[in-house]
């Protein structure tokens, strides 16, 4: 029986054998050379097979440039030794086989394989196969192409010097980030990083840097601001800024009003003039128009203008530069208030129906020096205020990949003025003296709220109050927004402290992440600006139970943000972390438990004199800041 059944095999074997065989019915040549199935030294054979002659030639064709691809892959594999990458054992074989596609992927759309053809081809050879168990025939065709180990470490060179572009790209990307100037370029620039994405597999650490620098772009849509006035009756002026800058856009934008009719909206260079009629609006209403420009993602750049029928021009005034040129789009900012405005082309700005006060008025504009004027307004006249700065010179501006521009010059109050509510104003935001008040001293109309038995003591850095905060009481100061969120990447906090221990010392609450927040961790400070394991801690000598003078800071570098501690005046440490603030807090809470995984014990401490600002503070801000409270 075994013996039956092994002949009945052999039998079926021979069969199977018979049924593959052809017949070469025409051939190129009267006998297959030997090279087709042989090796040449300098030369690369490969066949194809079709069921027609063009389709055997197209698959040797394909055949070759994936046998180079090939090559070109496992050279460059065996070169790097996967050594990029943090993969355990088990995982490198299923990554390899993904770099080779990759990199195979990436070498044919080389121009050396692109210009391969049969043109070029050493010899060719084919022939016509008939099966005839299977009644069909079909065509073989193979070709001996010159290519030495010169030709595929050209090629190798060739792979590499495309991957360098690729570098380049990604890193003008980063450095295009501070340089887009119109609605339309960040939008554009947003669809050209998601097609540039797909030059890279997920595994690459580039293609998550892809995917963070869209990021980046579209959170500049958010750090876009409508800077509006009515220049006079039925007309407003509106100019857009990005952080410190004017930008523009081709599109007119939407507008809407509760009385104003026949809106209409045209362009005077970057200046946008809404023209309206007021006629159906009554004086004692809040009558307004809002603004909106659409980005063409699901964020909108929106304000609201107040408008009135009778408008009060309190303060203009020109800005120019030492040669007496006008300075257009800079941006004005009246302190205290914080209200601000932007010049036109003309270099004019202006403010209208202010309360009577005495104004620091401060010009910004990026590189020119930051300079201030300060005036009395009355609130019946035009008073006028114009303003000299000075072009900064190109060289001390940045020219390679992001990084903070040059700090402006702080502005200090004249000798008449000593008060430290006057020190370092630029980019202030907020200053809370807790001088048995928790109103914010500049004017911004944030009033702190204290919060589960945190009370005034006398107990102070400058001599005044401070406030006391207890750990067992999870006391803490509340303040009703978030100070410091998205997409600001600058930002410095500076205050004193009394009393330091593990423990949450303040955060924005309420957003996704709760950040940015400090803590203590072991006797260390460490800044989170989004998930705690990205950011090490600073480097500090214990702090003593004496007041003692914190500034926090943080500003973009190269590959992610720069955060810097510095302690009674003096850099003690800085370091490097990846990650930025992405939340959209609704409050900020200094002292008390945090929650949302930062570390949630409650300090026992006094605080005082709590500065936020919306950029970074030079080493000789936060010095002239030390001192001035500090009284020296």
């Known amino acids: 029986m075994k013996r039956f059944i092994f002949c009945l095999l052999c039998l079926l074997q021979i069969s199977w054998i018979a049924e593959a065989q052809y017949k070469v019915t025409e051939s190129s040549e009267r006998k297959t050379p030997s090279w087709v199935a042989g090796v040449m030294p300098g030369y690369l054979s490969c066949s194809g097979v079709g069921s027609t002659l063009e389709e055997a030639r197209d698959a040797a064709l394909l055949k070759l440039k994936t046998d180079i691809s090939e090559s070109v892959a496992v050279r460059i594999i065996a070169t790097t030794s996967l050594q990029s990458t943090n993969l355990e054992v088990n995982g490198a074989y299923s990554y390899q086989q993904k770099l080779e596609s990759d990199i195979k992927s990436k070498t044919a759309r080389l121009p050396f394989l692109t210009e ?200 203009t005034g020109v800005v120019s530069d030492e040669a007496g040129n006008p300075v257009p789009y800079a941006k004005i900012t009246l302190i205290p208030g914080g209200k601000q405005a932007v010049t036109g082309a003309n270099g004019v700005y202006q403010f209208n129906d202010l309360n009577p006060a005495n104004y620091e008025v401060q010009v910004i504009k990026t590189r020119f020096q930051t300079v201030s004027n300060y005036v009395y307004v009355d609130g019946k006249q035009t008073i006028r205020c114009d303003l000299t700065t000075k072009q900064l010179s190109t060289s001390a501006q940045p020219t390679a990949a992001p990084s903070p521009a040059p700090a402006p010059q702080p502005s200090v109050a004249p000798q008449n003025q000593p008060d430290p509510a006057y020190v370092v104003r630029n980019g202030l935001f907020a ?162 438990p945090s929650d949302n995984g930062l570390i949630k014990n409650p300090v026992n401490m006094n605080i005082d004199n709590v500065r936020f600002y919306t950029r970074t503070l030079t080493a000789d801000e936060v010095k002239l800041i030390y001192q001035a409270e500090n009284g020296k």
Not at 231 to 254: F, H, N, W, Y
Not at 463 to 484: F, H, R, V
Not at 574 to 586: L, Q
Request: charged share 25%.
């Open 116 to 315: 391969i053809s049969l043109s070029k081809a050493e010899k060719y050879y084919w022939e016509e196969r008939y099966y005839k168990s299977e009644r069909r025939a079909e065509y073989f065709y193979a070709i001996l192409y010159p290519f030495s180990d010169f030709d595929l470490k050209s090629l190798i060179i060739e792979y590499e010097k495309q991957e360098n572009r690729l570098n380049e790209r990604l890193a003008q990307y980063e450095v295009m980030l501070d340089q887009m100037t119109s609605i339309e370029d960040i939008s554009r620039t947003i669809g050209d990083l998601k097609a540039f994405q797909s030059e890279f597999m997920e595994e690459d650490p580039r293609y998550e840097k892809v995917a963070f620098l869209m990021q980046e772009y579209n959170r500049l849509f958010d750090a876009i601001t409508i800077t509006a006035v009515q220049s006079k009756k039925g007309i407003v002026a509106a100019v857009l800024m990005l952080k410190d800058r004017e930008i523009s856009t081709r599109q007119r934008p939407t507008l809407k009003s509760n009385c104003a009719t026949k809106m209409t909206a045209s362009f005077e260079g970057n200046t946008i003039l809404i023209k309206y009629d007021d006629f159906p609006c009554y004086e004692e209403d809040e009558n307004y128009i809002d603004i909106r420009f659409s980005t063409g993602t699901s964020r909108m750049i929106y304000d609201r203008i107040y408008i009135k029928q009778n408008v009060q021009i309190s303060l």
């Open 431 to 592: 200053y809370f003296r807790f001088n048995n008040s928790g109103a914010d001293e500049i004017g911004s109309g944030i009033n702190a709220q204290l919060i589960n038995g945190a009370r005034y003591s006398n107990e102070s850095a400058d001599g005044t109050q401070s406030i006391e905060l207890n750990a067992a009481n999870e006391s803490c100061i509340s303040i009703p927004k978030a100070m410091i969120q998205s997409p600001f990447d600058n930002y410095s906090v500076s205050f004193w402290i009394l009393g330091t221990s593990d423990g949450h010392y303040f955060s924005a609450m309420g957003g996704a992440q709760n950040s940015p927040a400090l803590v203590m961790k072991q006797g260390m400070f460490r800044v989170i600006n989004r998930y705690e394991s990205e950011c090490k801690s600073f480097t500090h000598g214990e702090i003593p139970y004496q007041w003692t003078h914190i500034t926090i800071t943080n500003a973009p570098n190269n590959n992610g943000y720069t955060q810097s501690l510095y302690i009674n005046g003096e850099l003690i440490d800085a370091i490097s972390c990846w990650e930025k603030t992405s939340g959209k807090g609704t409050k900020f809470v200094i002292g008390g």
